[in-house]
């Protein structure tokens, strides 16, 4: 696979657009993602159900709305790791999202070389001035990420809660968390 010198990167990972053409295996390996039931936890949904042809159908509406920008995650070898997406865009402001579907990878850095690199997109070609996050309270790991790119509490941080109720956490279980366009040094 050529990737192209155009994607957002940063360290270890290249971002794809969703708008251009995903192959076969790295629509699958996105599928795949969402129907992984421990991957849906950490992720505050259940395992997807819907089959590969809807899936795709619903992401590219998704990215066709213009509120949204999503990204496949690739490695140093090309290889599709999860997904990073800026959604409830707005002129100024946009929140982020980031799934690392490749367990294998969990805790090599591939997630916070990925906000980086869309952290990077945002704030020094999009020009935005804020990007914000919502994240679980037991998700220490992903909360980790978030500050080593630069993102800050809202509020003072969360005491764990336990993992795996399997069902979706409530409001109270989220952890906001921040970073503004003063914060970052464009590259």
Not at 131 to 145: C, D, F, G, M, S
């Amino acid at each position: 696979m050529t990737l192209s010198n155009t994607w957002p990167r940063y360290g270890k990972v290249t971002l794809k657009p969703f708008t251009e053409a995903l192959t076969e295996t790295e629509w699958r390996r996105f599928y795949e993602c969402f129907r992984d039931p421990e991957i849906a936890e950490w992720n505050g949904s259940r395992p997807l159900r819907m089959p590969l042809w809807l899936f795709k159908r619903v992401v590219m509406g998704e990215v066709s709305r213009g509120d949204r920008m999503g990204f496949g995650i690739l490695d140093e070898h090309g290889e599709w790791l999860g997904t990073v997406e800026l959604y409830e865009m707005s002129r100024n402001e946009a929140t982020l999202g980031i799934l690392i579907g490749a367990k294998d990878r969990w805790g090599q850095g591939y997630g916070t070389d990925a906000v980086r690199a869309v952290l990077e997109y945002a704030f020094c070609t999009l020009r935005l001035q804020k990007v914000r996050l919502r994240t679980y309270k037991h998700n220490l790991r992903a909360q980790r990420a978030f500050q080593k790119a630069g993102f800050r509490y809202l509020e003072p941080p969360p005491a764990p809660t336990p993992r795996f109720n399997f069902g979706l956490a409530p409001k109270a279980e989220f952890v906001p968390m921040e970073i503004t366009r003063e914060d970052w040094t464009c590259y």
